[in-house]
């Protein structure tokens, strides 16, 4: 970032000393100008002189106040222009020196239950006598089985055979083969736990999941029969940990299961199986609760916590309650369905911009900010009829973009958000000490404050709108100097 930096500064400054031959130019245009003014009319050159002589002190600090503005405003350049570089290698760059987050977009598929049965098929076919002739080799009609086709995969017994009848041929074949009948659940109670985590760094933002649901379904024969749940793994999930299935009150791992997610047993006549699956795992911007199929939904509660605000995929189910509040944390969105036919799924999409592009705008809002703080902090000088001399407002210009500068920097180190605002406090707290501090009863704390908050409404996730305008109406109030009208009228 250091070597980004000076490479961004020394780029500024040629851009800078590029300028110098045309402030040259204008400069001498102006001696030129008055040196002309003195040949006509030497009476006043004189005066215009004499003014400039007296004005010159005011001028000159007025100058570099100036001056110290286009430094501030160059530092935040560089800053912002060293961050965006850092945050491009560190996406693109094929090592990491710390773990990146392990899922993306999770989509949790609802589970299968089904009685597995087993059928048998009968098929015969009659062959003529003098196809049977044509098609014999060696006496032998082996080589017709491979047309007759495949039995399947889930046979469990296969019986064929020819026989010789008077009308020709018969070759006959038998399956006992395994199917499974869909079975709807009785009750499922599904609980998601969504907790947000900002890496230090500029890392994208995740979050960790908890897991927890319960599902109850039962035989539907009067004979004992086996039946089988299916629990589809999570998609973009990454890794999960602490993956646990229990039936009927018994744990079961993942290697105790078929193919890992899969459970089969006997059950006996109208008896109930009770299912609990809990894991936890790590995942971003979306969480959805997918249907498999359109079915007849008994009885479906699913509950999804989370400490961000939350949007709703099109189309997908809304909840049909949702508990936010008043004072922060997380929010509650639960969707009850009972006795209900659909194929909609639960969909959860959280606002989470690009940290790059955010990281611009607030980098960019802080030279914004530096120029309002050239603009406010004289007004309230005016207003309050404090002093204010030229090199004291250039320097706490400066400190204020300093403070930006190590917001930018603490980004390395810390998440986003304390370090935008580690950042701005401190640059707000040295422009205050610059223009006085606790020495002075009317130091411009409050448009120092505006100031170094502005580039933080692009922190809050779409509230930026919101947010500038209350500081913006703020600031005018304040600012206002009272007026005649604004008082009461005199009874």
């Given amino acids: 970032m250091v070597q980004t930096a000076l490479t961004a500064l020394l780029g500024a400054l040629r851009a800078l000393l590029d300028l110098a031959l045309p402030a040259a130019l204008v400069l001498a245009a102006l001696t030129l100008a008055l040196a002309g003014l003195a040949l006509i009319d030497r009476e006043r050159a004189h005066r215009t002189l004499s003014w400039l002589g007296t004005r010159a002190p005011q001028l000159g600090g007025w100058a570099l106040a100036a001056l110290l503005l286009g430094g501030a405003l160059l530092v935040l350049n560089v800053s912002r222009r060293a961050v965006d570089a850092r945050i491009a290698a560190q996406q693109s760059a094929r090592y990491a020196n710390a773990a990146d987050p392990d899922g993306g977009q999770t989509v949790q598929t609802a589970p299968r239950a089904s009685l597995v049965e087993n059928r ?74 969504l907790r947000f985590v900002d890496p230090a760094g500029g890392r994208g933002t995740y979050y960790t999941a908890a897991f927890q649901a319960s599902y109850r379904f039962r035989n539907p024969l009067n004979t004992p029969a086996t039946l089988r749940f299916a629990f589809p793994l ?57 249907l498999s199929r359109r079915e007849a939904i008994r009885d479906l509660d699913v509950t999804v916590t989370a400490d961000r605000p939350a949007k709703f995929q099109r189309y997908s189910l809304f909840p049909t309650s949702q508990t936010r509040p008043a004072l922060g944390g997380p929010s509650t969105l639960r969707w009850q369905l009972k006795n209900a036919v659909t194929a909609q799924d639960v969909a959860v999409v959280f606002t989470q911009g690009s940290v790059r592009e955010t990281l611009t705008k607030v980098h960019l809002a802080q030279g914004l900010a530096v120029v309002l703080a050239a ?59 610059i223009l006085g501090g606790p020495r002075q009863a009317r130091t411009p704390l409050l448009p120092l404050l505006a100031s170094a908050a502005l580039p933080l409404a692009f922190l809050t996730g779409g509230h930026a709108g919101l947010i500038l305008t209350v500081l913006a109406a703020t600031l005018l109030l304040l600012l206002l100097p009272r007026a005649r009208w604004l008082a009461p009228a005199s009874p």
């Fill in 120 to 193: 048998t098929y009968t098929r015969s076919l009659l062959l003529p006598n003098d196809v049977a002739t044509r098609v014999s080799v060696n006496n032998s009609l082996d080589g017709l089985l491979p047309y007759l086709g495949s039995p399947g995969d889930t046979v469990q017994d296969l019986r064929e055979n020819f026989t010789r009848t008077p009308e020709g041929l018969r070759y006959t074949r038998t399956v006992l083969m395994q199917s499974e009948r869909p079975l709807d659940f009785n009750r499922s109670v599904v609980r998601a736990d």
């Fill in 234 to 290: 999570p998609g973009g999930s990454g890794t999960l940990s602490g993956f646990t299935l229990t039936v009927n009150g018994q744990a079961l791992s993942a290697s105790d299961l078929l193919n890992g997610n899969v459970w089969e047993g006997q059950v006996p006549a109208g008896g109930s199986v009770d299912v609990q699956v809990a894991y936890a795992h790590q995942g971003s911007r979306a969480w959805s609760y997918q």
């Fill in 375 to 433: 603009l406010l902090i004289p007004l309230w000088a005016v207003t309050r009829r404090t002093p204010l001399s030229p090199l004291t407002l250039g320097s706490a210009l400066l400190g204020l973009a300093l403070g930006f500068t190590l917001g930018g920097v603490l980004t390395a180190y810390l998440p986003l958000l304390p370090a935008e605002i580690l950042g701005s406090l401190l640059g707000a707290a040295l422009a205050w000490v």
